[in-house]
């Protein structure tokens, strides 16, 4: 695995989507980090003779019905986003892929066990599962990322299962096995690196709609409370106001956007660069 | 084919009851319990909490509770609503019309921009139109649906003052009634047309490789019947399965929306199930939804064996 490794990334960087992607998933990380020096104001300080303002010299995007500066909210905005997200998808992947690979390689029980339980968690529809969860458990932001965690195994399970499937019937698993290295051996060094592919696309995906969804859910109020912010509760703000301004609702609405496009495009690009049958077949 | 269906069919209903078990235990995960999270905000008196346990059977075991539930739920019966006192079956009757209006409404909108769209991408491949459309999808992939609806009230409502920012009213053939329901299925069949534009571009790719598409092509056919007669028909199977599959999720997934235009449908009562911590209605609501979702994944597998001949044969 390790040859081809450098290689998908300069496969990946030839692709102008996924050189588009990747800018973008950087710099709405960089922004993430470094908000507190790029922030021009305090995200949660009230100005109160500038609400409701469109951009100008002191607020770049405008002001909130508070008077609280939309980029720096939105700035601070996107470490909840980010943190919940990248939360989610990288405990879902972790407990998705161990179900899926065990699930796969020793089938049997397990795997029946296993998989009629993913199935059944399948069978919610996606939001309305976070939904009830969170309402249930009462909210806040670890509720919020349990739910989408248990929302999420499930898919990586399947993935990291299938892969397993067929990368198990591989020449190279059987000469392994044959000249002596163990179950777990085999699981760590032949199977896991051979279905990164598929999982790392998923991933990518994942994130872009783990963005979606917890804007979905800090919007009907399910997650961040405030007054800190988050870009679905900004919105829920923004809506109230959109008689009288549209700035508090364009500015989170397109830095979820920006988010969720950069992830997307680099999960495609990662599609075309890593599953070769889809590059002969749709190229 | 018959037993094929019949196979498929019978594979649903461990999944139902796992479903049901799960929304059953899912109202325990309460903290404390439902007439806890109740009076913590009503009342406080240890007498009424006792009745209340007595009456919604929490004082029985588990086990106990989930057969009567269960029991129930086979005959129809999903409790009643802790804040309308109405049977929970009632209450979602009551709004599915408005939620299934929305649903096909929005299908319609995703058809009709996603399969011309697709088709052309597919005849067009690697050229400007399907890149353009490549980006154009994932930007629709990532365009939160409830943020699109904001700004069709902000554009269509508040701007142009053309159309009503929400409300909803019962169903009739009148523009009192539809006024209604554009901005809703608007917002909803863009943000499911990206997806369905991907895969009818997939799948007629797919089809156009195919030999019978080549012996058309080889006939002299032009390329508008080679498209229209043999490739699309073919291609649009697996198109038909997303389609369903979508609108069994929409059902689930109008939430936010139905929210964000004040639409009276299935959304918005879950919403108002949640804030009013009405767990009977919430419950039910979740069951109702999920089981729809199902039974159109049935339905449109079942369709598929029908379509299908290869399928058909088998079994």
Known sequence: MAPNRPSTVRMLLRDPIGVVGAAFVAIICAAALFAPWIAPHDPNRIHGRARLQGPNAMFPLGTDELGRDLFSRALYGAQVSLQVSLTVVAVAAIIGIAIGVVSGYFRGWVDAVAMRIMDVLFAFPTILLALAIVATLGTSIENLILALVIVYVP??????????????????VEAARSVGVGQFGILLRHILPNISAPVAVQVSISLAY???????????????????????????????????SIWPSLVPGLFIVFTALGFNLLGDALRDTLDPRMRSALR | MLRLIMF????????????????????????GDVVDALSAEEFDDPRAEAELRRLFGLDLPLH???LSWFGGLLVGDLGFSYRSRRPVLEEILDRFPLTLELTLAALLVS???????????????????????????????SIPNFWLGILLIGFFSVYLRWLPSGGSNAFALSWDHFQYLILPALTLGTSLAAETMRMSRATLLEVLAKDYVRTARAKGLSERLVVGRHALRNALI?????????????????????????WAGLGSLVVRAITQRDYPLLQGLILFLTFFYIIVGLVVDVLYIVLDPRLRRRG
């Open chain 1, 210 to 244: 783990a963005i979606l969804v917890e804007a979905s859910l800090s919007y009907l109020g399910l997650g961040v409370q405030p007054p800190d912010a988050s870009w679905g509760s900004m919105l829920a703000t923004g809506k109230l106001m959109v008689e009288r």
């Open chain 2, 8 to 31: 498929r069919s019978l594979a649903t209903l461990p999944v139902l009851a796992g479903v049901s078990l799960l929304t059953f235990l899912l109202v325990r995960l309460v903290p």
């Open chain 2, 111 to 141: 058809v009709a921009i996603a399969i011309p769209l697709g088709m052309l991408s597919a005849m067009r491949r690697n050229g400007a139109f399907d890149a353009g459309a490549r980006v154009g999808s994932l930007l629709g992939l």
């Open chain 1, 155 to 172: 898919t990586f399970a399947r993935i990291a299962r299938g892969a397993t499937l067929s990368v198990a019937e591989e020449p190279y």
């Open chain 2, 64 to 66: 106990t509770q989930f």
């Open chain 2, 238 to 262: 697996p198109v038909v399965t997303v389609i369903g599959i979508q609108a069994g999720a929409l059902l689930g997934g109008t939430v936010v929306v139905e929210q964000v235009f004040s």
